[in-house]
Structures are given as structure tokens and as C-alpha cells.
């Protein structure tokens, strides 16, 4: 009696714990993933992650992701694009790198998922929205910040990773309607496809080609503190002003012992959350969000040396979360 009434409770036991890890399993893979996939690795998204995890506390049956794209190409992008295509996830969010020759991959996302782009656009795609920077009127702020740097006019510069980029053309673009009548000289445009070693050396021959240069500035998060380490080393800070973009820490640093005159900095954690929001809220069928030109724009703010220490107060409590 006890034998045979083992060998019936043993099965059932197993059964139970089988159905158990199935209905686990089962719950997994309805939870949906939403995706931000970003176009370089720095501290700007890490803060973008920190609003996608303000999403996730409030949309805890949902799996929201960050996905850092370290090479900053748009090959790269697209191998990360296909693979999340291949875990069927139910929405993307892209900083998109090249976007005139990223159009027929962002569309065949946009055909399997919810597609929205964030930093830098793609408006020629099927991507549903944009949210982030109006960056034709953040590389105004800038152009402003240079002209009130350089009162009496001066050589300037730009550094960027790529112009193959919507917001590093249409920074620059802002830049010279911002500059333009005035006796500002921009020499170049300098592109480093995201290889800190050649921004580095972009930087250091500027410096040395143009010894009457009076302003650098950087497009991209990473290239203000390669100026900023360009400049000092080259013994001329101080004499060669620097206008920045975003939020780096040593950035931050230079604009609060003078170094840097002032970087023009974004909202990124904001940029993680509404993407995140939103695509939630397509999912579940609410296009309202959607403004009529298919731009959510989040206000960009100057930095300079009279607000740095309680930006970077707030700053440092974002990243040590």
C-alpha cells in the first residue's frame, strides 16, 4: 500500500512542478521587451537609463531594456536592430547613426514593431515619432554662446563624430544661422567616426594648424572633455575659449573652473522615460502623444559657470542611482 501509493504521489508532485515552471515560462514570455538601443557608449545615456528605469518601477509587466552600441556605427546599429527583431520585441526606441542610408533597415523594423527615434532622427522612415532635441535650435543656443564668447569675432571649429548624423548636421546647421553676419570664422567641420584617438588627434592638429584659433567646440558628448584634455595639454586654456554640448562630467568640470565657457546639455533621462511611455502607450492603442509633425521636442538649457554646481548636484544623483 505504501509502495504503490509512493509512486502515485512522486508523479504527481513532478506534474505539479512541471505545470509551476511552465506557467512561469508562460508569464516570461508575455512580458513584453521594449528596447532603447543607443548610438555610442557615455554617461548621456546611462542617464537615458535611469528614465527607463522610472518606466519599469511604473510598468513593472513590461521588460524595458538599454542597449549600448559601443562601436557608434550604423552597421553596429544594425546587428543589434536584426537581433532584437529576432527576440520579437514589441517596441525600439534608436539614436540613429546614418540615417540616409539607415532608412530601408529602420523601416523594416517599423513594419514588425513599434519604431520611435530619440537624439537623432530619421524622419524619412517609418519610425512613428521622435522625441528628443530640436537640434537646429540647440546648435542656435550654441552659436549664441560662441558669439557672446567671442565678442570681437575669431576662428572656430567644430568637432562631431559623423555628419552622417541628423542632430550633427542640424547642430552645425544652427551654428551658422546663429554665427552668420557676424565676424566669427568657422575653418572646418572635423569628423572622427566615434574613435576617440582620431577626435584626439583632429583636436591637436587644429591647435597646431590654426595657432590663431579662438574657439573649439564639440557636437557630441565625448569630444568636449577630449578638448578640454587637448587644450590644457596644449598650454592655451584659457587663451583658446570652448563651447560644448551635453552633460560629460569632465565638462562639467572645465565649465566650473573656466575652461569651458559654457555646453549646452539635453534632457536625456527624460528622453529614456517618454520612450519607454510612449511606446507603451502604443501598444495600447493610444496615439494622442503623437504631436502633428511627429516630433516630441524636449527643451535643451545652457550651462555655464553661474549654474554648474547644482546642475551637477542633481546630475550626481542621477548617476549614482
Same mark, same amino acid.
Given at each position: 500500500?505504501?509502495?504503490?501509493?509512493?509512486?502515485?504521489?512522486?508523479?504527481?508532485?513532478?506534474?505539479v512542478?512541471?505545470?509551476?515552471m511552465?506557467?512561469?515560462?508562460?508569464?516570461?514570455?508575455?512580458?513584453?521587451?521594449?528596447?532603447l538601443?543607443t548610438?555610442?557608449?557615455?554617461?548621456?545615456?546611462?542617464?537615458?537609463?535611469?528614465?527607463?528605469?522610472?518606466a519599469?518601477?511604473?510598468?513593472?509587466?513590461y521588460d524595458?531594456?538599454?542597449?549600448?552600441?559601443?562601436?557608434g556605427?550604423?552597421?553596429?546599429?544594425?546587428?543589434? %536592430?536584426?537581433? /532584437?527583431?529576432?527576440?520579437?520585441?514589441?517596441? @525600439?526606441?534608436?539614436? *540613429?547613426?546614418? +540615417?540616409?542610408? $539607415?532608412?530601408?533597415?529602420?523601416?523594416?523594423v517599423a513594419?514588425?514593431?513599434?519604431?520611435?527615434?530619440?537624439?537623432?532622427?530619421?524622419?524619412?522612415?517609418k519610425?512613428?515619432?521622435?522625441?528628443?532635441?530640436?537640434?537646429?535650435?540647440?546648435?542656435?543656443?550654441?552659436?549664441?554662446?560662441?558669439?557672446?564668447?567671442?565678442?570681437?569675432?575669431?576662428?572656430?571649429?567644430?568637432?562631431?563624430?559623423?555628419m552622417?548624423?541628423?542632430?550633427?548636421?542640424?547642430?552645425?546647421?544652427g551654428?551658422?544661422?546663429?554665427?552668420?553676419?557676424?565676424?566669427?570664422e568657422?575653418?572646418?567641420?572635423?569628423?572622427?567616426?566615434?574613435?576617440?584617438?582620431?577626435?584626439?588627434?583632429?583636436?591637436?592638429?587644429?591647435?597646431?594648424?590654426?595657432?590663431?584659433?579662438?574657439? %573649439?567646440?564639440? /557636437?557630441?558628448?565625448y569630444?568636449?572633455?577630449? @578638448?578640454?584634455?587637448? *587644450?590644457?595639454? +596644449?598650454?592655451k $586654456?584659457?587663451?583658446?575659449?570652448?563651447?560644448g554640448f551635453?552633460?560629460?562630467?569632465?565638462?562639467?568640470?572645465?565649465?566650473?573652473d573656466?575652461?569651458?565657457?559654457?555646453t549646452?546639455?539635453q534632457?536625456p533621462y527624460?528622453?529614456?522615460?517618454l520612450?519607454?511611455?510612449?511606446?507603451?502607450?502604443?501598444?495600447?492603442?493610444?496615439?494622442?502623444?503623437?504631436?502633428?509633425?511627429g516630433?516630441?521636442?524636449?527643451?535643451?538649457k545652457?550651462i555655464?559657470?553661474?549654474?554648474?554646481?547644482e546642475?551637477t548636484a542633481?546630475?550626481?544623483?542621477?548617476?549614482?542611482?
Amino acid at each position: 500500500m505504501k509502495g504503490s501509493m509512493k509512486k502515485l504521489i512522486v508523479p504527481l508532485l513532478a506534474s505539479v512542478a512541471a505545470l509551476t515552471m511552465a506557467t512561469g515560462l508562460a508569464q516570461a514570455q508575455q512580458k513584453k521587451t521594449i528596447a532603447l538601443v543607443t548610438n555610442v557608449a557615455a554617461d548621456f545615456w546611462t542617464i537615458a537609463g535611469r528614465g527607463l528605469e522610472k518606466a519599469q518601477k511604473e510598468h513593472p509587466d513590461y521588460d524595458i531594456q538599454l542597449i549600448v552600441t559601443n562601436e557608434g556605427t550604423a552597421a553596429g546599429q544594425r546587428r543589434e %536592430l536584426d537581433d /532584437l527583431l529576432v527576440r520579437g520585441v514589441a517596441g @525600439i526606441s534608436i539614436s *540613429v547613426d546614418d +540615417a540616409p542610408h $539607415a532608412t530601408e533597415e529602420l523601416n523594416k523594423v517599423a513594419a514588425k514593431t513599434v519604431l520611435i527615434t530619440t537624439d537623432s532622427d530619421a524622419p524619412q522612415s517609418k519610425r512613428l515619432a521622435y522625441i528628443g532635441t530640436d537640434n537646429v535650435a540647440a546648435g542656435r543656443q550654441a552659436g549664441e554662446e560662441i558669439k557672446k564668447a567671442l565678442p570681437s569675432g575669431g576662428k572656430i571649429a567644430l568637432f562631431v563624430g559623423t555628419m552622417d548624423a541628423d542632430n550633427a548636421r542640424e547642430r552645425v546647421q544652427g551654428i551658422k544661422e546663429a554665427i552668420a553676419g557676424t565676424k566669427v570664422e568657422l575653418v572646418d567641420v572635423f569628423t572622427d567616426q566615434v574613435d576617440f584617438a582620431k577626435a584626439k588627434a583632429n583636436m591637436e592638429n587644429v591647435l597646431v594648424k590654426y595657432p590663431d584659433i579662438a574657439l %573649439l567646440s564639440g /557636437l557630441w558628448s565625448y569630444e568636449t572633455p577630449l @578638448i578640454y584634455d587637448a *587644450v590644457k595639454a +596644449a598650454g592655451k $586654456a584659457g587663451k583658446v575659449k570652448i563651447v560644448g554640448f551635453d552633460e560629460d562630467q569632465r565638462t562639467l568640470r572645465g565649465v566650473a573652473d573656466g575652461t569651458i565657457e559654457s555646453t549646452v546639455v539635453q534632457q536625456p533621462y527624460e528622453f529614456g522615460y517618454l520612450s519607454a511611455t510612449n511606446i507603451i502607450k502604443m501598444l495600447n492603442g493610444d496615439k494622442s502623444w503623437i504631436p502633428a509633425d511627429g516630433k516630441l521636442i524636449v527643451p535643451t538649457k545652457v550651462i555655464s559657470k553661474s549654474n554648474v554646481a547644482e546642475f551637477t548636484a542633481q546630475l550626481k544623483d542621477l548617476l549614482k542611482k
